[in-house]
């Protein structure tokens, strides 16, 4: 591990302002995924910002009707709450089915949303990997790429984005609260808060130097039946195959978000419009350009059939 500063600030605003005074500054809360980084010299932040003692733990109804969810909530208590586990069902789900318990107790809500793809040439140093080492190359196209994107891809990048809460939040319309080093505070749409790799796949989402989460807020509750489906190569701790997040209306409509096939939650509207003439219909429009390897072909009828027995579920 390279030589590193470290401070502890005590608000928002403190922790921004510390991001932009110190050139590769990183904050640090859980630290569950940016440790193990650095301990690959993956990452090496020549400064730390530990952010634990900001608040931004807590989870509040909104004027809106929906809730506010602190950036610093842990995923184990975000799954446990019982507004979320009642309104929010799907999120809870997906939650529940990443990671550890000890992880979970660790891991925070900002952090999850910018844990790193776990692309076996993204952790392997010795391999090229644009979003380590930026025009070095991918040794993912052309090599073993069975856990890897099948669509919103690109010639520079396969990687998929690991995180199965924040599959749940895009099928919620979330929101991703910021504040900058000036004071300014912004609240971006998830569905535009991760970008897609294109020839620059180390740039992961649309935060600016030294911006800071501070809560991702969910509208009100939509109703009908809640259903995260994981599947996975075991049963417990390990990454999305494919994961599908879905909440279901008694008519067939409804909203649905994929996991592990893409380099962001994958959710594309005109699908939805298409749930009540079946999962095929609907999985053909989601995946419309997918372009998979020989190793991830798979992945694409797995999609319709994971999406099926979704849509079975719900139904009763």
Not at 108 to 118: F, I
Not at 158 to 182: G, N, Q
Request: net charge positive.
């Amino acid at each position: 591990m390279k030589p590193f500063t470290y401070e502890r600030v005590t608000t928002p605003a403190e922790a921004a302002t510390a991001a932009a005074r110190t050139q590769g500054a990183r904050f640090i809360a859980g630290g569950t995924n940016l440790l193990d980084l650095m301990k690959l010299q993956i990452e090496v932040p020549t400064h730390l910002i530990d952010v634990n003692r900001i608040g931004l733990d807590r989870i509040e109804a909104t004027p809106e009707g929906g809730v506010r969810i602190g950036a610093l909530v842990r995923n184990t208590d975000l799954a446990a709450d019982r507004r979320i586990r009642k309104d929010y069902g799907v999120l809870s789900r997906a939650l529940l089915a990443g990671a550890s318990g000890q992880l979970r107790n660790r891991a925070t809500t900002a952090g999850n949303l910018l844990q790193r793809t776990r692309c076996p040439y993204f952790y392997d140093t010795n391999q090229a990997c644009n979003k380590r080492k930026p025009g070095s190359g991918c040794a993912a196209i052309g090599g073993f790429s069975r856990q890897l994107g099948v669509i919103g891809t690109s010639e520079a990048c396969i990687a998929t984005h690991p995180s199965d809460m924040a599959i749940a939040m895009r099928a919620l319309d979330a929101a991703v609260e910021t504040v900058k080093p000036d004071g300014t505070t912004r609240a971006i749409p998830l569905a535009n808060f991760h970008v897609l790799p294109a020839d620059t796949p180390h740039v992961e989402t649309v935060l600016e130097s030294g911006e800071l989460i501070t809560a991702v807020t969910l509208p009100a509750p939509l109703g009908g039946t809640h259903v995260y489906h994981k599947v996975r190569d075991r049963a417990s701790y390990a990454f999305a195959l494919v994961s599908v997040a879905a909440v279901l209306q008694h008519d067939g409509s409804g909203r649905v978000a994929v996991g592990g096939i893409a380099p962001k939650p994958w959710r594309v509207e005109a699908a939805e419009a298409a749930l009540p003439r079946g999962a095929k219909p609907a999985a053909d429009i989601l995946l419309a350009g997918a372009r998979p390897t020989k190793d991830n072909a798979f992945k694409l009828p797995l999609v319709a059939r994971t999406l099926g027995a979704v849509m079975a579920q719900a139904r009763g």
